[in-house]
C-alpha cells in the first residue's frame, strides 16, 4: 500500500499503521474537526501506546507526541 492508497483509507475512517514503526499499537487516524473544534482542517494524528522508545537511533529515552 502507498500513501495514496492509506491516505483514501484515513478518509474512509479507517486507522493505518507500518510494520517498520517502532513500537507496537502505533497507528495514524484523521481527525475531522467538527464545529466545536479549536481545529478547523482535517489533519492527520498519531496514536502511540507508549511514550518509550527503544529505538536506539533516535538519541531519545522518551518520544513525546506533537
Avoid at 502505533?26 to 529505538?55: G, R, W
Wanted: with cysteine.
Amino acid at each position: 500500500m502507498n500513501f495514496g492508497d492509506a491516505l483514501e483509507e484515513l478518509k474512509d475512517g479507517y486507522k493505518c499503521r507500518r510494520a517498520g514503526w517502532n513500537g507496537k499499537g502505533t497507528y495514524i487516524k484523521l481527525q475531522k474537526p467538527d464545529e466545536y473544534s479549536k481545529m478547523t482542517l482535517p489533519h492527520i494524528y498519531i496514536v502511540t501506546i507508549s511514550l518509550i522508545t527503544d529505538f536506539e537511533s533516535s538519541g531519545l529515552a522518551v518520544v513525546i507526541p506533537v
